[in-house]
């Protein structure tokens, strides 16, 4: 083992970035510590058919739910998405810019504020308001 991966193994919190076909051993090492780790993904990737396999075929809310997901999209076809995707899943039409992208993921777990399992718990009050509640706030975001 070395000095890295001796702290990957013992950090509570991880940032994996992949490209392309690459996020196939990143969900495999999410699924092995789900629960256990907050491991965020920044996905690049320019294929439409590889994304929407991955977002239709594999429950990324059950593995993700208190990491952040970025997925950034560089191909040139409108995606096909499913109707409801985890609110820690956000989509970008563009090139990442790492820098920024990472330092926004370390800063709000540093700070606390707007952590995914938060925005699970206020879709989650929403999902579960009167159906006239929802409509009231669905109006006023």
């Known amino acids: 083992?070395?000095?890295?991966?001796?702290?990957?193994?013992?950090?509570?919190?991880?940032?994996?970035?992949?490209?392309?076909?690459?996020?196939?051993?990143?969900?495999?090492?999410?699924?092995?510590?789900?629960?256990?780790?907050?491991?965020?993904i920044i996905w690049v990737c320019r294929d439409p058919g590889l994304i929407e396999y991955i977002l239709h075929k594999v429950d990324i809310s059950a593995i993700t739910r208190n990491s952040y997901t970025f997925i950034f999209y560089t191909g040139q076809r409108e995606l096909s998405l499913p109707k409801h995707l985890p609110v820690n899943i956000f989509i970008f039409r563009s090139r990442p810019n790492l820098e920024n992208t990472i330092t926004g993921i370390v800063t709000a777990i540093h700070s606390g504020e707007g952590l995914p399992e938060e925005m699970y718990e206020k879709q989650e009050k929403i999902a579960n308001s009167p159906f006239r509640k929802r409509v009231m706030i669905a109006m006023y975001r």
Request: charged share 15%; no cysteine.
């Open 1 to 40: 083992m070395t000095e890295f991966s001796d702290k990957a193994i013992t950090t509570s919190n991880a940032i994996a970035v992949a490209t392309g076909v690459g996020i196939t051993p990143t969900l495999s090492l999410m699924m092995n510590y789900a629960g256990r780790k907050r491991i965020n």
